[in-house]
């Protein structure tokens, strides 16, 4: 969940994979436009997850061009003056539930779709999160944090690489939001990589209605959606 302003310029990489079903080969986008035609086509809607999600009223969709890593203290520093050219969006769905004050959001779903001009940064964009869930066990980004961080072994067909991890979603006191969870969130998160091509999706969900692999499943079950989805000729 990690958010910035655009970055975009021409596509330099030329690489072709050939799709899981022997289909036809798989290019990364050539152009701006090609690139932009592709993160909205990937990117799940609020109806492409099971359940009764409904698009975010305040995050439905957002453009993000992400840089940054964790300092020492695995404290988040945004890096956005040195982010690599790169477009995306993340688009955000909620079931809530009535609450004492007011509808309470009872999970969350998140994808990301981004492409990065050269396959070099994507490559070291995943990389730097699988590293960081690694060594950072509480990950703080400012107003939440991420605790009992643990990664995963995931095998997914169609990409390059990818990764897994899991733990807790916790808003820190005193943040609020009708779209914050009030108590801390499970969470499950996925992120692969095809060419300069990176997909990511995380479920947040109350831990007294949803387990581990609840959300787990759910995730992994959007991920591969949208792996489907850029495997697709048009």
């Given amino acids: 969940m990690r958010t910035g ?40 809607q609020a109806d492409d997850w099971q359940g009764d999600f409904a698009p975010s009223e305040q995050l439905a969709e957002t453009d993000i061009a992400p840089w ?17 050219g790169q477009r995306g969006i993340q688009r955000h769905a909620i079931i809530t539930t009535p609450g004492e004050d007011g509808e ?17 940064t994507a490559e070291e964009w995943i990389g730097r999160g699988a590293a960081d869930a690694e ?30 991890e899991s733990g807790m979603f916790v808003v820190k006191p005193g ?4 779209e914050l969870p009030s108590v801390p969130h499970r969470y499950a998160h996925i992120q692969a990589r095809k060419g300069p ?10 831990p007294d209605r949803y387990s581990e692999d609840d959300l787990a499943n759910l995730a992994r079950d959007g991920m591969e959606r949208m792996i489907d989805r850029l495997a697709k000729s048009e």
């Fill in 197 to 206: 091509v990176v997909l990511a999706v995380q479920v947040d969900g109350a």
């Fill in 104 to 120: 309470e959001v009872e999970i969350s779903a998140y994808s990301q779709v981004i492409v990065h001009d050269a396959q070099g």
């Fill in 68 to 84: 940054g890593r964790f300092d020492e203290d695995c404290s988040w520093v945004d890096q956005q003056d040195e982010a690599p």
């Fill in 175 to 178: 943040i609020t939001g009708d």
């Fill in 5 to 44: 302003p655009i970055r975009a310029a021409a596509l330099v990489l030329v690489t072709a994979f050939a799709t899981a079903c022997g289909g036809p080969e798989w290019a990364p986008p050539q152009s701006d436009q090609e690139a932009e035609a592709l993160v909205d086509r990937v990117a799940l």
């Fill in 135 to 164: 060594r950072c066990t509480t990950q703080d980004f400012g107003s939440v944090r991420l605790e009992d961080v643990r990664t995963h072994t995931i095998r997914l067909g169609g990409v390059d690489e990818a990764t897994a």
